[in-house]
């Protein structure tokens, strides 16, 4: 088998619809009567198309000083760099008779988390960048890595000497990320879309239940009180990829139901599975999509010893090995796509502000927290872990103020796909919801993207308790996660009336 990777002609390219003075034209190769008709009536029923223009381009985020990391309750200062971090971006405008319909531009960094002080500069910095932009149309993802920058202060206990202050990182980030979506989007020319669908095994749901009802992050499986893991994993990979006019490839948009956290413990900068992703697609332009994977990780909860033994007659590291696994199918989805590469096809961006209710605290949970708060100061802790309890007590006397938590929705359509993102660390049932309900024939969700809401639990999570769905570790609760999914899909499935 060829490599998809390599630019080549594909002497099997399917129709193309071009609408011309109102009219919709068709050029085709080697194609039958039957498959013709059945794309002239498929153009019919989809709509108006519009001719796309691509750009991408990716850049290094990676500091020349120490920084702190985020992702862990504790300080950790990096003390070197395993590999880089990225950013990388691709431009999407829609034209119909030489006039722009609408635009996107997404962008994937190697970071924790978008908190919420960095997309209002960055919009700042691209508008004036791009004046020609709505900066609205910005889709930000953070990868989730948690050996990457802190960008916010007062988190941590960091060393003022020696050390890259997180407002310091956080300039360097945004001055660096506005430069490469300028790139991408002056970098756009006539170009094509084609997705996919693969399966590799990257992500297992993190949540052990026991014969009490309980539930825990990581808990221990091998107790004869385990009875269950708590939700389900989707081992499907969302496949988008951006193709030149020459039908070269440019870029690759992986969503997959996993935030990258396999090495999370490092004390040393490491973009964790994107890199080894990368590296075995030859360089590539990736943009990391974590799905809806709140309760995933790459960590196996079971089978552990068998893992670890084929790693060794592998000769891999586990990112090197979810590495090779995403790429293959990449490679091989990549490969049956480009015979059906459009470079005409409807493309709607819809940006909505979002409302959902936030997640209650009662008066238990805040005479919990302020119990927790006494015994971690008279341990000495200087972990985050104070501010964290600390933090639902001020929510609980702003809670009837403050009913609700607005998020940025992002929904779109190319072509027959939807893409619809969040701010979350969202359960996977809630995506599940979404791709079940969407009316589009392939269903992208994105979580983490411009903001930080933290998890959003489903009610059995809620009702197991532990890290992850406890009212500390997030905003909005599961009657905010339905209203998320419900309102998602009635965005996507407009776009299919």
């Known amino acids: 088998m060829s490599d998809p990777l390599i630019d080549r002609r594909d002497s099997a390219r399917t129709v193309i619809a071009r609408p011309v003075d109102g009219i919709t034209t068709f050029r085709f190769k080697d194609m039958t009567l039957p498959r013709l008709f059945f794309c002239l009536v498929l153009a019919a029923m989809n709509g108006a ?15 020349d000083k120490p920084i702190a990391l985020a992702g862990q309750f504790h300080t950790r200062i990096s003390r070197g760099v395993d590999n880089p971090i990225t950013a990388t971006a691709v431009a999407i405008e829609a034209r119909e008779d030489d006039r722009r319909v609408d635009e996107a ?28 932009f709505d900066p609205r149309k910005l889709v930000m993802t953070a990868t989730h890595t948690h050996t990457s920058a802190v960008t916010e202060e007062g988190n941590y206990d960091i060393p003022k000497e020696g050390v890259m202050q997180p407002r310091e990182y956080a300039a360097f980030m945004i001055e660096r990320l506005t430069e490469v979506c300028a790139r991408a989007w002056n970098q756009r020319q006539p170009g094509g879309v084609s997705w ?47 193709w030149d006019k020459h039908e070269k490839l440019l870029a690759a948009g992986i969503n997959v139901e996993c935030p990258s956290q396999e090495v999370e413990q490092r004390s040393t900068i490491n973009a964790d599975f994107w890199h080894d992703v990368r590296e075995q697609l030859n ?43 995403i790429a293959r199918e990449v490679k091989d989805v990549c ?23 936030v997640r209650r605290v009662t008066e238990k949970e805040v005479a919990e927290a302020r119990k927790e708060i006494e015994a971690l100061k008279k341990k000495g802790d200087k972990s985050r872990r ?57 269903t992208f969700v994105i979580e ?26 997030g905003m909005v609760g599961p009657e905010g996660g339905q209203r998320l999914v419900d309102r998602t899909v009635e965005m996507i499935n407009a776009m299919w009336k």
């Open 386 to 442: 104070v501010a964290w309890y600390q933090k639902t007590i001020d929510r609980y006397r702003t809670q009837d103020k403050e009913p609700s938590f607005t998020v940025e929705v992002h929904v779109l359509r190319i072509g027959d796909i939807a893409v619809a993102t969040n701010p979350f660390e969202l359960f996977h049932d809630y995506g599940v919801q979404m791709k079940a309900r969407s009316k589009a024939e392939q």
């Open 448 to 473: 983490l993207t411009g903001g930080w809401g933290r998890y959003l639990p489903t009610a059995r999570a809620v009702a197991g308790g532990g890290y992850s769905a406890v009212v500390q570790s």
């Open 105 to 132: 531009i997404f962008l994937s960094a190697d970071i924790a988390v978008f908190y919420p002080s960095i997309p209002g500069p960055l919009r700042e910095k691209l508008r004036a960048k791009l004046p020609q």
């Open 49 to 63: 198309a519009s001719e796309l223009r691509i750009g991408a381009a990716t850049i290094s985020i990676t500091p």
């Open 196 to 242: 996919g669908l693969g399966h590799a095994v990257v992500g297992h749901n993190r949540r052990a239940v026991y014969a009490d009802g309980t539930a825990k992050m990581y808990g221990d499986t091998s107790l004869s009180a385990f009875r269950s893991i708590e939700g389900s994993e989707d081992h499907g990979l969302e496949l988008l990829f951006f």
């Open 283 to 325: 360089g590539l332009f990736v943009l990391g999509w974590p799905g809806a994977c709140g309760d995933i990780s790459p960590h196996r909860m079971y089978r552990k010893a068998a893992e670890e033994r084929m790693l060794k007659l592998r000769g891999l590291t586990y990112t090197q090995e979810i590495g090779r696994r």
């Open 335 to 357: 490969e049956l796509t480009r015979r059906d590469i459009r470079t005409d096809v409807p493309f709607t961006h819809k940006v909505e502000d979002l409302a959902l209710p």
